[in-house]
């Protein structure tokens, strides 16, 4: 059982350019969610999504990208690069609302 | 939309001795509330949740947390802190009415000896 399994570990990327994070869930969990973790601030909710085809904003959503198209996948596209975008990224799943969230290893991501 | 705050950044506390850390949040609905911790380099993982019933929760570790609707927190405890202890802790709060899950910033527990 493999849980949250998020690629890749490690991205540098330079400012302007664009990516994909990807999130796969194999617990057939409806909730997934994105964060991005900085110091001092905690984790940000980035977007979130509460079963295929639905996705909604969170508290921290510009510059990023979101879809769901099936119930395990939910990738992160970043459109064009900003330095203000270099942090540890994680993504989470969960069966609902109300219950523990599953968090992947973390993708750690640098912008120059 | 809900709220977390997470009064203190950082707590000393000796070995041995108790803690609490601190979580008031706000929101104009109902919600369930957790715990994470997250030691040094590593993914978050979940100490406890209240979702309804007793306000008094216990969780992994030894930790508990009482919820207290009145004053709006779910404040964090253990009796005797342990050097393993050390790390960051996460109070997170989830809105009954979207299942949108924020967190605080967090409180870096260290353990002196």
């Known amino acids: 059982n493999a849980g949250v399994t998020q690629t890749p570990k490690f991205q540098v990327l330079k400012t302007g350019q664009s990516m994909t994070l990807q999130c796969a869930q194999d617990?057939?969990?409806?909730?997934m969610s994105w964060y991005r973790q900085d110091p001092g601030m905690g984790l940000r909710l980035i977007h979130y999504?509460?079963?295929?085809?639905?996705?909604d904003q969170g508290e921290v959503p510009n510059g990023y990208n979101v879809s769901r198209s099936t119930t395990e996948d939910f990738p992160l596209r970043l459109l064009s690069a900003a330095p203000s975008q270099t942090s540890v990224y994680f993504c989470a799943s969960a069966r609902g609302g109300a219950a523990p969230l599953h968090f992947g290893n973390g993708t750690r991501l640098t912008v120059t | 939309a809900q709220s977390v705050t997470q009064l203190d950044s950082q707590v000393p506390v000796f070995e041995e001795a108790p803690v609490e850390l601190r979580c008031n949040y706000s929101s104009s609905v109902s919600v369930y509330l957790f715990w994470y911790v997250q030691y040094p380099n590593q993914g978050l993982q979940l100490l406890l949740k209240y979702l309804s019933g007793s306000t008094l929760v216990k969780g992994i570790n030894g930790f508990e947390a009482e919820f207290n609707k009145s004053q709006t927190s779910f404040h964090l405890r253990k009796p005797s802190v342990h050097i393993s202890d050390t790390a960051e802790y996460f109070c997170?709060?989830?809105?009954?009415?979207?299942?949108?899950?924020?967190f605080g910033k967090g409180t870096r527990l260290h353990i002196l000896p």
């Open positions: 997170a709060v989830s809105s009954t009415r979207d299942d949108k899950i924020i």
């Open positions: 999504s509460v079963g295929a085809g639905i996705t």
């Open positions: 617990m057939n969990h409806e909730y």
